[in-house]
Nanobody, 119 residues
Framework: QVQLAESGPELVEPAQTLSLTCTVS??????????WSWIRQAPGKGLEWMGA???????TYSPSLKRRTAISRDTTKNQFTLQLNSVTPQDTAVYYC???????????WGQGTQVSVSS
């Protein structure tokens, strides 16, 4: 059974870069045909899909976040990462890493990690 675990800072200052890592166990991030997403939920709001990386290493991003977002992976560690640049308090949210069987499917979720943007 695949397990996903998010890690990273709980607090980030405005204008800085938020970096989160998802460590995957019980499944290979290069295995056909899985897609690995980052999703967030701001206080009082719904889920927002941010972007994903495929089993081949291809990436796609939400148009609204594309200019600030980068998703990459380290296959030797079975991890994938999120970088969100130029953060503002509106980026305060719980961030989840998720596995799905296509770009927009979300079957297995990490527990989520709370990130606050504040000075």
């Amino acid at each position: 059974q695949v397990q996903l675990a998010e890690s990273g800072p709980e607090l980030v200052e405005p204008a800085q870069t938020l970096s989160l890592t998802c460590t995957v166990s019980g499944g290979d991030i290069t295995a056909n045909y899985y897609f690995w997403s980052w999703i967030r939920q701001a206080p009082g709001k719904g889920l927002e899909w941010m972007g994903a990386i495929s089993y081949r290493g291809l990436t796609t991003y939400s148009p609204s976040l594309k200019r600030r977002t980068a998703i990459s992976r380290d296959t030797t560690k079975n991890q994938f990462t999120l970088q969100l640049n130029s953060v503002t308090p509106q980026d305060t949210a719980v961030y989840y890493c998720v596995r799905g069987d296509n770009w927009y499917a979300f079957g297995s979720w990490g527990q989520g990690t709370q990130v606050s943007v504040s000075s």
